[in-house]
């Protein structure tokens, strides 16, 4: 853009160039973005959803801007980083892309840098990790890529600032080569050819006119095309059809791995006598044989697992919250009282010592706790352990219609649902994110621990079965929960879910980005208790300390949540609350819970100044903890669940189905151990004759069902003559 005309006065320097980063997960986007920034960047969120966008200016022109893109391996977008990625690329215009490429991983990175040789915006190659290529004695013709891609290529490593100076020198003088488009096989040609009429309007031509031919929806939406474009649509896709086999995406997807893979022999030399390169990944086979073995994998991973809880929840972050919440929090309520000593303002004294601080400083408590999970997660991420458990439990999820990528959320559940939500942005498949959404809070988080413990102590005779059957149940809640999931959604998935799962080999950490990523999940968490917290922390004190007409009231029996809590008290009669004659107190502090799950716990100590023994029978208590534990979540949770499922009607209804989830299980816990309780002998008789019929039923039907069968379907063990749909 040309800056002579001064007709318009703009107070930041134009952009002269800007330059998208855009690469696989992993292949050192968000390095080379920090090396070339320095401090001169900014994070902000993508236009319309609430992912991170970083947006920076080249340290050494401020009138080159950086956008840090998210990690992506093709250009079709399922992931909700693969939509914005795409999105920005098509409609974002970046005036210049450097595609980082993993150079140890040369195949599988070259793929997205083929679909990218299809767009109009200018490309340029960064092989990074060269450092690490070298020590695995790769060896790549850079040359040799430059004439089949048409593009430059430039080998950096941005992790030690190597290459950098002349791939920016390249990018900033403009003179780039033209590319060349990858080449299909004629039909493919053809077909593009053909189509092109149609899309000389659209940017991004040749890309689109492909879509064209694999008959892309949002494309023939996009390009408002008339019933005969359509039909011309329809006819070229047809004759691919006939000529490449049914899935036409898939086989043009195909063709670029064959190429690739082709130009991957010609061009990358790997000397194995590299003793280091060699090493390391005879150690990645050495440790993979004992992490992914079939009978040590689970218990490796549970004793994994139960160190970084115990650590970070237990003793070294518990010991951290302990201090907040024992010495920090009334040390500040101490302060403040004293303040108000002699001042006649006792609502405000109370409104300050318990509600503000009493709320907001209940869940800062949980910030040392926050961050040492996500420190450990971290390091299990960047060292590739975290791969290889979404690896091994991918096969089992998939049976309820979850993934192995789920499985990471449902473990963060039981730090914090929050983190667990916003990490199921990696979950390709719509319907898996939006269930791993809905199901992960039924996860006891650290929170609820709470609850379990106070009741497991005071009314459930202390006894660690209780509290261990809460998290048989949770699971159980996740399974069943997923099986009517799946049938809620089984004509709706999406069906081509091609998810790339790599196992890298294993790094060390870098400790810098490790701290990096534990403050800013301890900053994002302090920000919320300081906005939402602080908002919910003021509400609940309002209503627990004011009555009806507004007056000041000490015993929170008159308040308005008194009045609330016996207006909906008799709908919770029925899961045993009222059993002691306590119902409205214990009705709402399921409500006052949706602020933090805590709260449930202070509530009650509130209101029941005596103690919780003798306020509910042991049923009773075991189906209030059960209802708290698979009701919504907090705020901040419900409020995770809403931005990240994008839209309010998906959040609405994974609100929806854990109230009821929530409601129906508790209720048939009361009514059922009721039931138990008062009619022992009967109740065991039919609960066995039941068990027998249904056992009975499953046996038949499975045996019915794979009688003759000889097909090789996932689904029947005797290869049979299968009628199911998704026979092979
Ligand atoms: P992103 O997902 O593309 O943003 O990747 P990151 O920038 O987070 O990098 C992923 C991992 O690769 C981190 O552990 C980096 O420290 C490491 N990394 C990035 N660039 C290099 C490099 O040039 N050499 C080496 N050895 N490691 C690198
Ligand atoms: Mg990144």
Redesign the pocket.
Known sequence: MSNCCQTKSTTTAPSKLTIA?C????????????NLTGSNQKVGNWPGVTVEQKLGSYKKDNTVAIV?TP?IYSLSPFTIDEQIAHKYLMEGKPDLVIN?V?STNLERNLFLTSQLMELDVPVVVAL?????AK?KGIHINKDMLEEYFGCAFFA?????N?GIDELMAYCIAGNYQSKNHFVYSDAVEDAIKLLQPLTSTADNGRWTSLKLAEKDKTIIKMLNLDESQKQLVSTTHQTLKDTLGDIVSAQVAEQRYQKISAIVQKAQTIDTTGVKAEKAQRITEKIDKIVLNKWLAFPIFALIMSLVFVVSIGTLGGFLTDTINDSLTPWMQEVVNGWFANANVEWLRSLIVDGIIAGVMGVVGFVPQIMLLFGFIAILE?SGYMSRIAFITDKLLNKIGLGGRSFVSMILGCGCSVPAIMATRTIKNINERNATITLTPFMPCSAKLAIISSFTTYILDGNALFAISFYFLSILAVILGGLIMKVFNRKKTNASDTFIMELPTY?A??P??VLKQMWERGRAFLIKAGTIIFTASVVLWLVQSFNFRFEFVTDANDSILAGIGKLIAPLFAPLGFNDGGYGWQYSVATLTGLAAKEVVVSTLEILLPAGLEGTISGLGAYSFVVYNLLTVPCVAAISASFTEQGNWKNGLKSVVFQLLAAYVVSLAIYQLGSLARDYTTEFVVSVSIIAIVFALYFAIRHIIKNRGCNCECDHCPHNATCTRDDRK
């Open positions: 980063l690469g696989n997960p992993n292949s050192g986007k968000t390095t080379l973005f920090n840090d990690g980082i993993d990074n990790m060269q450092d690490e020590a950096i490593s941005a992790a030690k190597q960047a790094r950490p870098a810098t980005n």
